[in-house]
């Protein structure tokens, strides 16, 4: 397998060409020739050693950092060449934080701070509180965020992600430090997103998680994308052992690939 942007002769979808990019602007790539594709309606998940690139790739997308090469179109709009506000009515970012800013504002405000990218007002306000509903959260639209568990908390940011209405949602490990219920609600929660129509890449340490959720799985070494394709041609023994190392093994069972911790010294 090898990585490639879609052959398909069109410009629709977020598609990613050759980013090369570093965290200092001397210091070395942290990622280097990155080449990916999502399109409207579908999970596509980043997977990973630690350190790899995977959060530079998403910061490199949406603007948090600047590539020092490559581009980033959105439906046939470069944004490596759009103003930030543009930028941001395209791509909706989920950072890689486990708490909610200003913990003082309820669920709705702190979902109403994702509208920089949309009119204020009377009818954005209403469409913060449609989103907490939509999100689960309606009955706690008035709590504060201290008040709410990491889930919600989770809920709330990528609530205000969705306030700005961009038609691509990128999120950077938004279920770590979540217990499994949690993370569950999550992903499904992406799921039920991509089949309205959002196109959605999401960094993921998991790899049952993102095997089990994700249409898709780019897997990134070294800073760069090493396969990509659909989760039961990428998730493999071969796979696992090349990025972790001997420490696990993959099954099948019930006709879906899970990763199994090897017991040291013994059988997995």
């Given amino acids: 397998m090898g990585t490639a942007v879609s052959a398909e002769p069109t410009t629709s979808g977020l598609r990613i060409e050759g980013l090369v990019a570093a965290h200092r602007r001397r210091g070395a790539p942290a990622i280097s020739d990155v080449d990916l594709m999502v399109g409207r309606g579908e999970i596509v998940g980043v997977i990973g050693p630690n350190g790899c690139g995977k959060s530079t790739l998403v910061k490199s997308v949406v603007g948090v950092l600047t590539p020092r090469a490559g581009r980033v179109t959105v439906d046939g709009t470069d944004t490596t060449r759009t103003r930030p506000a543009r930028r941001a009515r395209l791509l909706g970012y989920v950072p890689q934080q486990d708490t909610v800013q200003a913990p003082a504002l309820t669920v709705v405000e702190s979902i109403a701070l994702g509208l920089h990218t949309r009119p204020r007002g009377a009818d954005g306000f209403e469409r913060a509180v449609t989103i907490a509903e939509e999100l689960g959260l309606g009955g706690l639209s008035l709590r504060r965020a201290t008040e709410l568990s990491g ?9 205000r992600a969705l306030a700005g209405a961009a038609p691509y949602l990128l999120l950077d490990e938004p279920v770590s430090n979540l217990d499994l219920r949690y993370q569950v609600e999550i992903m499904d929660l992406l799921r039920g997103l991509a089949d309205t129509g959002t196109g959605v890449l999401v960094v993921l340490h998991d790899l049952n998680l993102a095997a089990a959720h994700c249409d898709r799985l780019a897997v990134m070494s070294d800073g760069r994308i090493l396969y990509e394709g659909a989760a039961d041609r990428v998730v493999t023994d071969d796979l696992v052992r090349s990025l972790y190392g001997p420490v696990a ?15 040291r010294g013994g059988a997995s």
């Avoid at 889930?151 to 609530?159: D, F, K, N």
């Avoid at 093994?249 to 017991?263: F, H, K, S």
Wanted: glycine share 12%; no cysteine; aromatic share 4%.
């Fill in 249 to 263: 093994t993959v099954a099948e069972i019930d006709g879906a690939r899970y990763v199994l911790p090897r017991r």
């Fill in 151 to 159: 889930g919600q908390r989770q809920r709330v940011l990528i609530g």
